[in-house]
């Protein structure tokens, strides 16, 4: 492993769990989530996400991107959104949080608007990860829409 | 399969091929690559992509994201690179031929300055596909970076 991967090394595997999404714009929701991270001996973690609807499985929101520590304790994330959305993510990574807000949120032409995007982890044990997602879209000011938490399921691979 | 993804249905699936770098400020090179496009029954294609130098396997690039078409031949390409780099692509699909040009071009922080990327993609047989990048980066212009074929190793998951 690169030895850059240091402070967010404990993030490596696979990781599954529930979370619940609000918006004053929609209905609540409830959803399943898979979560893996790996690496290849360089700098940075790739990162695969999918949720699936509780109710009767069918997939919801997936995302992909990359993980990459900085000196000095900060972290950058770069994610792509099949809803026509990227992010980039720049912030910190201590010893159990993870905080990170988007300086720049690219879209396609028919994409809906995002205004603002924060993504907020917390290790909560060894295995055990907590995070909420706050976004302003829809005319809103940035709010938490997303909380979840996720157990890991495997080892890194 | 859903179906506004007929115009890039003959993307899925996994692909091998080898290709060569080549730019002003560095020595050209050449690498095996690896794409899998799948689908989960949304409008969207999931991309993965990695590459691989072909004197001694170490991983080089890696790039994911999702593709996106639109009404009237149109498609949306969003990536994400670890080199803290994420695009917006717009352009066209036709029977053989897609051509995307990006739109935005996100960075982070510690990510070096990519002033424009093109990609064109061409179906040279049912199973044969050729591309090229071109990139503004360095201070340079734009011209071709990346040119490649790949050949479908495994048909649609």
Redesign the interface.
């Known amino acids: 492993m690169h030895p850059d991967l240091a402070p967010i090394a404990f993030l490596l595997g696979t990781w599954r769990g529930e979370g619940t999404g609000v918006y004053p714009t929609i209905s609540g929701f409830a959803y399943g989530e898979e979560v893996r991270f790996s690496e290849?001996?360089?700098p940075?973690l790739?990162y695969?996400q999918?949720t699936w609807a509780l109710d009767d499985g069918?997939?919801l929101h997936?995302e992909?991107?990359?993980w990459?520590p900085?000196p000095g304790g900060r972290l950058?994330v770069?994610?792509?959104?099949?809803t026509?959305?990227?992010?980039?993510q720049?912030g910190t990574v201590g010893e159990d949080r993870i905080e990170l807000a988007a300086?720049?949120?690219?879209?396609?032409?028919?994409?809906k608007e995002v205004a603002g995007l924060t993504r907020t982890f917390e290790r909560a044990g060894p295995d055990i990860l907590r995070y909420h997602v706050a976004m302003a879209a829809a005319g809103q000011p940035l709010q938490v829409h997303l909380t979840a938490e996720l157990h890991r399921v495997s080892d890194p691979a």
């Open positions: 290849v001996g360089k940075f790739a695969t999918r069918r997939p997936a992909a991107g990359y990459r900085q950058e770069v994610l792509a959104h099949p026509g959305v990227s992010e980039i720049e300086t720049v949120i690219g879209r396609t032409g028919s994409a």
